[in-house]
């Protein structure tokens, strides 16, 4: 089983004596590492995979890796194996223990719109940058495990002295609503583990091993939870890269890899240096770059994958022309070396430099996708759409029902949800179970009980009506009846509610079709809703197109070809980490960039760039020059290929394929 590994990732399989940190590099195989170790400890240690944990920071790695797992496991003894997310892990615990926690079972896990909904009515505020802000205030605090108490001692501006004023109403709205926000997930399980020991005995006993991956992204919540559940017996594997932590400002902290060996002395450290990835030259620009941050451990990356071609430097006029060099030296590349379009990416800093290389790769007829763009079914008009759908599906839908009584507003404010929701959980049943029983009318003023139930009623006929009309028919009346055309053109600026709009005619006329054409009524398309944007991202990876992604979104991901553009200061490194000494995780940031690499790598910048409604002079970031030797240049006086010898080259491979 171990024989494909190298010696290092042998070891860092087989050790099992103690606490094991795995410092491994950009490429180097970690997955591997996690799934044969698992494996390892199953098939030659004895140990059951339902004692084992894996977790994750994302739902695709964690697919992975119990894909990866299923194979080298057979005949079902992976069966019980718990590989999920941090997130994941805390509803399953918050779940089993919602006694304890304070919490009915069917406790609803809030969104972000919910939460910014909540945030603007106890603030009073409609001013989206003013409820964001509080809202990240608050989570930061939560994920540092902070309480409302001690939030009021670090009050030091304005937002900080609202956001702690609002915290105590924020996390009553949120027990009123039984319900909990995604920090909660991880904060809950600290908390009831601190307070209950006899929970934390269970969960110890459950999970007698856990492995961690990209520990370097834990936050302060996360690194508690997994020193909690792993107790004396300190049985864990965490595998991390502190060169890669570039989520500071979520609140992940590089500083849990420095705290390790001071919490556990025993701790062994293994490297993976070795990169399954890159050609040496990616490699050695990654490490000379690195190299200009303080170090926590030292590494250095190296393959066998050869020398490798020079990265190229590229300077462009302004964004305008460097979209059209990227589109171009793409296509010219693609017929030189006969590549698909999905071996490609295009990185940036920022989602704002995606629109003029989106515009460019549409010119030139070049297909693309982009890493971590919304879904068509997490909008937000479509999401409200859905919640009437999912409460007349399944009354326990705490969550759709509190988004479906509050859109439009209909007069049922955040005091009446908060008396509904205390009696609901008194009696251990839904809000909209609630709403029907006779001693809630103690709870709930007569006028708004009134609302309440004429909006059950309405709910309830939708769910009588859904297994005997067709589908497009009852979607048409669901939205006459709650007004939802006027509802966006009241709180929304005409062209963003005609969009809106124009989304959910989409959503309600597919769904008729879909009804039609497979002889389904709607409780059953209700059903089908949920699976579709999960199919939509798997398809994602199949399709033949240019990658476009954030430099935060590409981690994890490699191509063999990837142009990393808008390299200047004040962008890469952005301004605001120029301002606040946070350079060195721009660094990491640009680090990610490179390494993901495989063949070639093209830079860009460009001399001139609009900012602030003015077109200002900018100068190449610090980056490129750490990048040391090993890079071509070219000037947009001197291109490798200009553009005029890039579209005679162009037509000379199209004759050449036959005019393909």
């Known amino acids: 089983m171990l024989d494909r590994l190298n010696p290092q990732q042998r070891e860092a399989t087989k050790y099992l004596d103690g606490p094991c940190l795995v410092l491994a590099g950009a490429g180097s195989g970690k997955t591997r590492v996690i799934t044969q170790k698992i494996a390892y400890m199953v098939t030659e240690c004895g140990m059951e995979a339902r004692n084992i944990a894996a977790i994750t920071f994302t739902n695709k790695a964690a697919r992975e890796m119990e894909e990866r797992v299923g194979k080298l496991l057979t005949d079902g003894r992976a069966k019980g194996l718990t590989v999920c997310t941090f997130h994941a892990l805390g509803v399953r615990i918050v779940r089993q223990e919602a006694k304890l926690a304070g919490l009915?079972?069917?406790?609803?896990?809030?969104?972000?719109?919910?939460?910014?909904?909540?945030?603007?009515?106890?603030?009073?505020?409609?001013?989206?940058?003013?409820?964001?802000?509080?809202?990240?205030?608050?989570?930061?605090?939560?994920?540092?495990?902070?309480?409302?108490?001690?939030?009021?001692?670090?009050?030091?501006?304005?937002?900080?002295?609202v956001a702690a004023k609002l915290y105590p109403a924020y996390e009553q709205t949120l027990r009123a609503y039984q319900a909990v926000d995604f920090d909660d997930l991880i904060r809950l399980p600290v908390k009831l583990f601190e307070e209950h020991p006899e929970a934390l005995e269970r969960w110890q006993n459950k999970?007698?091993?856990?492995?961690?991956?990209?520990?370097?992204?834990?936050?302060?919540?996360?690194?508690?939870?997994?020193?909690?559940?792993?107790?004396?017996?300190?049985?864990?594997?965490?595998?991390?890269?502190?060169?890669?932590?570039?989520?500071?400002?979520r609140g992940a902290d590089v500083e849990n890899l420095r705290q390790l060996p001071r919490d556990f002395p025993k701790l062994k450290v293994i490297k993976l240096e070795q990169n399954y990835r890159s050609t040496n030259r990616i490699l050695n620009a990654a490490n000379t770059l690195i190299a200009n941050n303080e170090k926590l451990f030292e590494k250095t990356l190296w393959s066998e994958h050869g020398h490798g071609d020079p990265i190229h430097i590229v300077a462009a006029r302004d964004p305008e022309q460097e979209a059209e060099l990227v589109a171009m030296r793409i296509s010219t590349h693609r017929f030189e070396h006969r590549t698909k379009f999905s071996d490609?990416?295009?990185?940036?800093?920022?989602?704002h430099q995606a629109r003029l290389i989106e515009q460019q790769l549409r010119n030139h007829k070049i297909p693309y996708v982009m890493s971590g763009g919304q879904s068509f079914f997490e909008r937000a008009e479509i999401k409200d759409v859905l919640c009437y759908l999912r409460l007349m599906l399944n009354g326990d839908d705490d969550l759709a029902f509190i988004r479906s009584?509050?859109?439009?507003?209909?007069?049922?404010?955040?005091?009446?949800?908060?008396?509904?929701?205390?009696?609901?959980?008194?009696?251990?049943?839904?809000?909209?179970?609630?709403?029907?029983?006779?001693?809630?009318?103690?709870?709930?003023?007569?006028?708004?009980?009134?609302?309440?139930?004429?909006?059950?009623?309405?709910?309830?006929?939708?769910?009588?009506?859904?297994?005997?009309?067709?589908?497009?028919?009852?979607?048409?009346?669901?939205?006459?009846?709650?007004?939802?055309?006027?509802?966006?053109?009241?709180?929304?600026?005409?062209?963003?509610a005609e969009t809106k709009w124009s989304n959910v005619r989409d959503l309600v006329e597919w769904l008729g079709r879909k009804g039609e054409a497979d002889s389904k009524n709607l409780l059953e398309l209700t059903q089908m809703v949920a699976l579709i944007s999960m199919l939509e991202k798997g398809d994602e990876e199949d399709v033949d197109a240019v990658q476009l992604a954030t430099l935060h979104a590409s981690k994890g991901l490699e191509f063999p070809h990837v142009f990393l553009i808008g390299v200047e200061e004040g962008l890469l490194p952005h301004q605001s980490s120029i301002d606040g000494d946070q350079v060195e995780e721009e660094r990491r940031l640009m680090y990610v960039g490179v390494t993901r690499a495989q063949r070639s790598l093209t830079i860009t910048h460009c001399e001139r760039r609009k900012a602030a409604g003015e077109i200002r002079t900018v100068e190449p970031s610090r980056f490129i020059e750490e990048l040391g030797d090993g890079l071509r240049r070219a000037g947009k006086d001197a291109p490798p290929v200009s553009q005029e010898d890039a579209r005679a080259k162009l037509a000379n491979l199209r004759a050449l394929l036959g005019g393909k």
């Open 405 to 496: 009584v509050t859109t439009p507003r209909r007069g049922v404010g955040a005091a009446t949800l908060e008396a509904l929701g205390r009696y609901a959980g008194h009696r251990h049943i839904s809000l909209f179970a609630a709403v029907f029983e006779e001693g809630v009318t103690e709870h709930v003023p007569t006028r708004q009980l009134e609302v309440l139930r004429n909006f059950g009623n309405f709910i309830n006929s939708l769910e009588y009506r859904a297994t005997r009309e067709p589908a497009a028919r009852i979607l048409e009346d669901l939205l006459r009846t709650i007004g939802y055309e006027a509802h966006l053109m009241e709180t929304c600026e005409v062209r963003e």
């Open 104 to 161: 009915k079972p069917q406790f609803s896990i809030l969104d972000s719109s919910d939460i910014l909904a909540i945030v603007a009515e106890i603030a009073g505020s409609t001013d989206k940058a003013t409820t964001r802000g509080i809202q990240w205030t608050i989570s930061g605090w939560k994920n540092a495990l902070i309480t409302p108490e001690e939030a009021v001692k670090l009050v030091n501006d304005d937002m900080t002295a």
């Open 207 to 249: 999970l007698r091993y856990l492995l961690i991956d990209e520990y370097q992204d834990t936050n302060a919540a996360q690194y508690k939870l997994l020193k909690l559940l792993t107790g004396i017996r300190a049985a864990f594997t965490a595998v991390g890269d502190d060169d890669q932590a570039i989520y500071g400002w």
């Open 344 to 351: 490609y990416a295009i990185l940036y800093r920022g989602n």
